[in-house]
């Protein structure tokens, strides 16, 4: 994997992809838990995100105005940063009254007001909370291999490439912007952006995400996602993403892909084998005529190899995949069934990213406030699912050490409330704190676990039509 060596003005380290033979497979076979060392890296990891956020060279990057922060404010660029994301769907007086608590703002004798913060918040760019997490995942993908804390499939990354609607405040901005949804439940109106990610679904984290308009799905993925993308990744795309476009740039930027095919779609070749029985086949697929002008202009190659299988889920449904990954006995139809149901991992990070980090609760109404409060969450969602590895991996040691009847893991509601409630302590005060607070946020981690269970799963219930109705006048406008 090769990320952008630059993002938003700032440099990053480009890091060469490893072998399969460098990266932990599965948990199969866990090596020995050593308390100091998974430590370090956690601690270093923090220590990396602070040096980041506290940079003059970040504040000058992504503050809006040459002449922000030059005075002495009682919002500097850290402090504004984290008090965006402190307690985001609280009133603002009472984030910034905690946050005065919690001594974030020194030694202030007096707390700032809401009016401070609100005025304040046009100074940062909500670049800046891409860039942070671009600079964490890839100190997890340099650093955390060595510590055997990341998890790859045959040696390759596995990806997950959706998107998720949002529902945003109804303003005359956030119309120009996004797409106006008219419900004929009850009548109303409700604006609607596209949260679009790039995930790793084998570690949880999520590597790049977009907000933005829900007409444009796949171009989301071209523009933005596209550019993370390198042999080390296997891309999984649901039924929205079958496009010669989304093929064609994945195999340019040198990744290999699986796509489930709905029954309504474009290629002959595919509607051939769907009307067969055969349980797999390997067909070439052109480019469509009126985009071989484009494949031209952008280097697509004008035919594809691919390979069709055909899978048969529990419930007897039969889905067909296509994928880039020909080799028969490497990549087996049980493996890719497999290997496609893991697609499910981003499902739930988008449920988590929605309700446990209540992504829909905007701070304002703001399209810029709105943008901030978008992008700081994704990143908190990417810090707390690397911070939780080293403690994973110690629950799983230990349960397999002890003979357990099941594994454990850490709970992703209780981590993502700890992780929270130390902000300041992680990222405003002095190191000494930091290291103290980060000792007690892995105690919290630790005493807050759910079983692992493989497997589970709950048949999906499809709503009547009053139940909808219902869900919709009073509980989806509530949410």
Not at 168 to 194: I, M, Y
Not at 421 to 448: I, P, Y
Not at 460 to 471: A, F, G, H, I, S
Request: with cysteine; aromatic share 12%; charged share 25%.
């Amino acid at each position: 994997m090769a990320f952008p060596t630059r993002i938003n003005g700032i440099e990053f380290q480009s890091f060469p992809l490893q072998s399969s033979d460098d990266y932990f497979e599965s948990f199969s076979q866990l090596s020995s838990w050593q308390t100091f060392d998974h430590y370090s890296i956690t601690s270093q990891f923090i220590s990396e995100m602070r040096a980041f956020l506290n940079d003059p060279t970040t504040m000058m990057t992504f503050r809006s105005q040459p002449t922000d922060f030059t005075r002495d404010p009682c919002f500097t660029f850290p402090r504004l940063a984290i008090a965006i994301i402190k307690e985001h769907a609280r009133p603002s007086q009472d984030r910034i009254v905690n946050l005065f608590k919690e001594g974030a703002f020194g030694k202030r004798k007096s707390c700032p007001t809401a009016s401070a913060f609100c005025q304040d918040r046009v100074k940062l760019d909500p670049a800046f909370y891409k860039t942070w997490m671009a600079k964490a995942v890839q100190f997890y993908y340099i650093r955390f291999p060595q510590e055997h804390l990341v998890t790859t499939w045959h040696g390759h990354y596995v990806w997950a490439i959706d998107c998720s609607n949002l529902t945003l405040p109804d303003t005359d901005e956030t119309r120009a912007t996004f797409r106006v949804n008219t419900n004929p439940a009850h009548g109303s109106v409700t604006v609607q952006g596209k949260a679009s990610f790039a995930y790793d679904v084998l570690n949880d984290i999520p590597i790049n995400a977009l907000l933005g308009n829900p007409k444009d799905e796949k171009q989301l993925f071209i523009n933005s996602h596209a550019q993370y993308l390198s042999p080390s990744v296997i891309v999984l795309f649901d039924r929205g993403y079958t496009s010669y476009d989304v093929i064609a740039t994945t195999l340019v930027m040198g990744a290999n892909f699986v796509i489930r095919f709905p029954k309504s779609h474009n290629f002959s070749a595919v509607e051939v084998f769907m009307n067969g029985d055969v349980m797999e086949q390997f067909v070439t697929i052109q480019v469509p005529h009126e985009k071989k002008r484009l494949a031209i202009e952008c280097g697509w190659p004008l035919e594809v190899r691919v390979r069709l299988v055909r899978i048969v889920l529990e419930n007897g449904t039969v889905e067909v995949l296509m994928t880039s990954l020909l080799d028969r006995d490497e990549y087996t139809i049980s493996d890719l069934n497999w290997l496609y149901g893991k697609r499910w991992n981003v499902e739930s990070g988008f449920f988590r990213f929605k309700q446990l980090l209540y992504a829909e609760k905007f701070s304002s109404k703001k399209l810029l406030n709105i943008e901030q409060d978008f992008y700081a969450l994704v990143f908190m969602q990417t810090i707390e699912s690397i911070m939780d590895k080293d403690q994973d991996h110690e629950m799983l040691v230990k349960s397999q050490e002890k003979h357990l009847k099941h594994e454990y893991h850490v709970n992703k509601a209780h981590a993502c409330a700890s992780l929270f409630g130390h902000l300041v302590d992680l990222f405003l005060l002095d190191e000494q704190t930091m290291e103290n607070h980060l000792l007690s946020l892995q105690q919290e981690m630790r005493l807050s676990k759910s079983v692992i269970r493989p497997g589970r799963h709950n048949p999906r219930r499809k709503l009547n039509q009053t139940e909808r109705v219902r869900y919709m006048q009073y509980r989806m406008k509530f949410r």
